[in-house]
């Protein structure tokens, strides 16, 4: 597919926003410096502070504070990384090896810290108490995701609003927060401010499902982690879900040892299990009506290029091999 119109729309904006991320990330400690640079500038789709400032701009936003908010946004993001990394002994992201694989645990973890410490600094220095409210809500509703996903692991007898309550805490509430700070640096009015997180809860939803699918469907190469890396890790998610219910007893059985074991030596029998029961083209399906969903919360936002491109981007979220 061709790239997303926000790539080009916000080539301008984004360069801005590197130049505040690079700014606040200055520390007189050299190893905090150097391992916030490392993952900061790893590559990655930047999508949640794209997002700050394509829904400003969609509602007319004349300013600089929407810069600030959307590396606040980038800064949090980034922390849920390196903590998720350590916590999932990952050693491959974006193509690159992790922080902790090359810094170690405790840099990573610390380092984490600081980011998020640092973001909440910013915050502060806007003296928007609604800001406050949202990111600091979102940070908590996080970490609540993180430690729901834990006690989720190795347990297959889960079910998938169990999973969707997951997904949606852990990345969708970032997504969420990231939109309605468009319509607070706007002092938009609250049914404003709701549709766009509304937008952004749908948005990241149908992006994490897909996430969830390329771990079956995608390659090493393309998606910048291990194949397979999710089985691995013991998370039951939605495309093994729909496996196990619609497959053989005994099939069934090879998916759940897995889940319960952290093991994917099997994982090559799981994956074709997996694509005959149509296990991807289900969970495909329903990343198609989050993105839906996340269009239609644009119906009150007024027409303009950056609404576009949100809608646009809806799209990419599903569509995409990466």
Same mark, same amino acid.
Not at 84 to 99: C, F, H, K, N, Y
Not at 176 to 182: Q, V
Not at 219 to 235: C, R
């Given at each position: ?93 974006? /193509? ?64 998938e609003s169990a999973y969707l309550q997951v997904i949606r805490y852990k990345t969708a509430k ?31 939803t149908a992006f994490q499902i897909i996430d969830d699918v390329l771990d079956y469907s995608g390659?090493?190469?393309?998606? /910048? ?11 039951p998610t939605l495309p093994l879900l729909f496996a196990m219910k619609n497959s053989s007893e ?73």
């Open positions: 597919m061709t790239q997303p119109r926000f790539l080009t729309l916000l080539q301008t904006d984004m360069a801005e926003v590197d130049r505040v991320i690079r700014a606040r990330l200055h520390s007189q400690i050299a190893l905090v410096q150097q391992v916030s640079e490392y993952i900061i500038h790893s590559g990655g789709k930047r999508l949640r502070p794209a997002l700050v400032v394509l829904t400003a701009n969609a509602l007319g936003y004349r300013g600089q504070t929407h810069y600030e908010m959307a590396a606040v946004v980038e800064f949090i993001h980034t922390a849920t990384l390196l903590h998720d990394d350590v916590v999932d002994a990952s050693d491959m992201r974006r /193509g690159q090896e992790t922080a902790n694989a090359l810094f170690g645990n405790a840099a990573s973890v610390l380092v984490g810290d600081f980011l998020y410490s640092r973001a909440f600094q910013m915050m502060v220095s806007v003296d928007n108490m609604r800001v406050m409210q949202v990111l600091s809500d979102a940070t908590n509703i996080i970490s609540e995701g993180e430690v729901l996903q834990l006690m989720n692991c190795n347990d297959p007898d889960i079910d970032l997504f969420e927060a990231a939109c309605r700070l468009g319509a607070i640096v706007n002092d938009a009015p609250e049914s404003q401010e709701m549709a766009l997180g509304d937008y952004g809860m749908h948005l990241g390659s090493a190469d393309t998606i /910048g982690k291990n194949v397979g890396d999710d089985l691995a890790e013991g998370k005994k099939e069934s059985t090879v998916i759940r040892q897995a889940i319960q074991h952290g093991d994917k030596s099997n994982f090559q029998q799981i994956l074709g299990i997996v694509q005959r029961t149509g296990a991807l083209e289900h969970s495909r399906k329903q990343a198609q009506q989050e993105a839906g969903l996340a269009c239609r919360s644009l119906t009150h936002i007024p027409d303009s290029q950056y609404k576009e491109a949100l809608l646009e981007l809806a799209e990419f979220a599903v569509a995409r091999q990466f």
